[in-house]
DNA sequence: GAGTCCGCTCGG
DNA sequence: TATACCGAGCGGACTC
């Protein structure tokens, strides 16, 4: 370690780009409550030279946007432990109402409320650097808040936003609640760049026979694959139509109109209803033309290189707090393809994934025993067949979900009554959840991520209906809206509390796969195991052979943790499945 | 030719 | 056996 890393004990390092490269304050020792707090700032070309001058694994390092600066440690082959993500906290903390008081959440939006990234962190090129680095050292009374930089935008200094933040907590009703919620959701914003970073292995000479099995060989730029215009033939002449488009809905759906069939739309469900020569080709087609168009050759040229699949996770990309992607489709990889996802030669997949995620969480939020009970075990649907509230499991699932989205018609809204008597706590929290959505109020999950509030357009219609002049359609209309939203809201409840979880399980994950890389002595994230994937309630972890079931054990464990962290000692379980191989496709799903 | 909306199917 | 919730992404259809 350098001599200014020994005299740097900092708990925070607080990141800004500055016209000459990154600014690093580093703030550490003092006083509980932030006074005499020692702080030093250091300015470097880049970020990578700021953490190896601090050499300091175990810091927290506060930075506008993890997505702008983290991609170049690990780059550099450097992983950091900890962080905090200001952009998405605040995007938390500006909307949660167990802050709502807060001078952050009150203010007029600035750049912090921006949904456009955060600017490159890579600095420009440096022709004229001066030095390889400054050091300036102060003990100091202030709080933990660097000085504006002065080239960051107005407003944008992190350390001031990282103060607005804590004082926001500071004066919440549950600020340990928001402090787990943002750790989580800024480990999750380390476990994207590092996915990304890693990528999922993928075998494109598999994928490609996948593809050539179902399709024929690769054709030319233009051309329909041999399978596909074979399939094309056969609805062309059942339907007595030589010149049909069938990748055209309209088209489609007016030629089976003159063949008499009558189908409101070319939809797959719809079709399996009738009985017609055409269909069977008709549906084939639809299904191997989607899996061209969405994971055919040129998915492959795009998104898949060196062996792996490098898709783009968007933390918090969901109002839910649900993560999105953009690009490669990693939210919707087709069951065909998952045995293109092979562990590396001396390598497995631990495939993980939580049983029943949404209603075991529903259970913890109402703090519902009798649910709670029903989840004991791997198969909480099971459970509540013998429980007795309903005959079959199929009965159970369906009920269930009903409850959770909202079904207002068909077999789940007639099972409902028997469900909310056997777990009347459970159903009555969906059902205050929706009530408060009709009023056009929020919700706010375990942790105290907050619904939106629905737009300007919906409280006109509200306020349309209830004025005196307003017709029966009008009240039909907003009636309707209301119900809608309060379907967002009923599930906004469950699904944020279970995105949590999941980032709970992950943070935990990774925490205990570091631990493990250090006890094994692994140098680089790449030569340990390490995470690849994630799918709101399911993980991959790529993973040495040799410490498979060490990390299968780990991923359980980790489960546990999370069901504690977020309901501490009330007793509804979370079992995950978990599974060591060498391809996806072996997995069960 | 670019931008936007819709229909459809994939995932949880 | 479809319905309710949250998405991504493609291609066609339409507008400017």
Same mark, same amino acid.
């Given at each position: 370690?350098?001599?200014? =890393? ?45 953490? $190896? ?5 175990? +810091?927290?390092?506060? &930075? ?42 009150? !203010?007029?939006? *600035?750049?912090?409320? /921006? ?34 930089? =002065?080239?960051?935008?107005?407003? %944008? ?19 340990? @609640?928001? @402090?787990?919620?943002? +750790? ?47 399939? !094309? =033939? ?29 189908? !409101? ?31 055919? &050759?040129? &998915?492959?040229?795009? &998104? ?17 707090? #649900? ?28 495939? %993980? ?12 939020? /109402?703090? *519902? ?64 959840? %929706? ?9 706010? /999950?375990?942790?105290? #991520?907050? /619904? ?9 219609? $509200? ?23 309060? #379907? ?30 250090? $006890? ?5 994230? $790449? ?19 040799? *410490? ?42």
């Amino acid at each position: 370690m350098s001599e200014a =890393g020994a005299r740097i004990r900092a708990v925070l390092h607080i990141v800004s780009g500055s016209e000459n490269g990154v600014q690093v304050v580093s703030v550490g020792g003092g006083d509980d409550d932030g006074t005499n707090a020692d702080r030093t700032t250091i300015r470097v070309p880049k970020l990578v030279d700021a953490v $190896q001058i601090v050499g300091d694994s175990a +810091a927290r390092w506060v &930075w506008s946007d993890t997505a702008a600066w983290y991609p170049q440690l690990l780059e550099a082959g450097i992983r950091v432990e900890r962080c905090v993500d200001l952009r998405l906290a605040h995007a938390i903390l500006k909307r949660s109402a167990l802050t709502a008081d807060s001078e952050l959440a009150r !203010a007029t939006p *600035d750049r912090w409320d /921006s949904t456009a990234e955060f600017p490159a962190a890579e600095p420009a090129a440096f022709p004229d650097a001066p030095a390889l680095f400054e050091i300036e050292s102060s003990e100091t009374d202030e709080d933990a808040t660097g000085e504006p930089s =002065g080239s960051e935008m107005a407003g %944008a200094d992190p350390g001031v936003e990282l103060e607005r933040q804590e004082a926001a907590i500071r004066s919440s009703r549950e600020p340990g @609640r928001l @402090r787990l919620l943002i +750790a989580a959701e800024s480990a999750g914003a380390l476990i994207a760049a590092e996915m990304r970073h890693a990528g999922l292995p993928w075998r494109k000479d598999v994928h490609e026979g996948v593809l050539e099995e179902l399709l024929g060989p690769r054709p030319e730029r233009g051309e329909r694959p041999a399978a596909l215009e074979s399939l !094309a =033939g056969r609805v062309r002449s059942e339907l007595g139509d030589s010149r049909l488009n069938p990748d055209s809905p309209a088209e489609v759906l007016r030629a089976l109109h003159r063949a008499g069939l009558s189908v !409101a739309s070319t939809r797959s469900w719809e079709l399996k209803k009738v009985d017609h020569p055409a269909i069977p080709p008709l549906l084939e087609y639809k299904k191997l033309s989607r899996l061209l168009s969405a994971n055919g &050759w040129f &998915w492959i040229d795009a &998104w898949v290189h060196d062996g792996r699949f490098h898709p783009d996770y968007v933390p918090g990309g969901v109002v839910s707090g #649900r993560w999105a992607t953009r690009g490669g489709g990693a939210l919707q990889l087709p069951k065909q393809l998952r045995r293109a996802v092979v562990a590396d030669d001396g390598w497995k997949l631990v495939v %993980a994934d939580a049983a029943q995620l949404e209603p075991r969480i529903l259970a913890g939020l /109402s703090a *519902d025993e009798a649910m709670a009970t029903a989840g004991r075990g791997t198969d909480l649907y099971q459970g509540i067949v013998d429980s007795g509230a309903v005959e079959t499991r199929a009965q159970a699932k369906v009920a269930m979900l009903g409850a959770m989205y909202g079904s207002t018609t068909g077999e789940s809204a007639l099972l409902m009554p028997r469900l909310a008597r056997a777990y009347p706590r459970a159903i009555r929290f969906v059902e205050n959840a %929706a009530r408060t959505g009709e009023r056009g109020d929020i919700v706010t /999950s375990r942790l105290g #991520r907050s /619904s939106p509030r629905p737009g300007e357009t919906w409280s006109e219609v $509200q306020g349309l209906a209830s004025s005196p002049d307003a017709t029966s359609a009008d009240e039909r209309r907003a009636r309707s809206q209301a119900r809608e939203w309060g #379907r967002f809201t009923r599930n906004f409840v469950v699904q944020a509390s279970a995105a949590e979880w999941a980032l709970c399980w992950m943070a935990e994950l990774r925490r205990r796969l570091a631990d493990l890389a250090e $006890q094994r002595g692994y140098r680089r994230l $790449q030569a340990a195991p390490h995470l690849v994937y994630f799918l709101h309630d399911e993980i991959i972890v790529h993973s040495p052979a040799r *410490d498979a079931e060490a990390v299968r054990e780990h991923v359980v464990d980790s489960a546990h943790a999370a069901g504690r962290l977020l309901f501490g000692a009330f007793p509804v379980e979370f079992p995950v499945i978990a599974a060591v191989v060498d391809d996806y496709g072996q997995a069960k799903g």
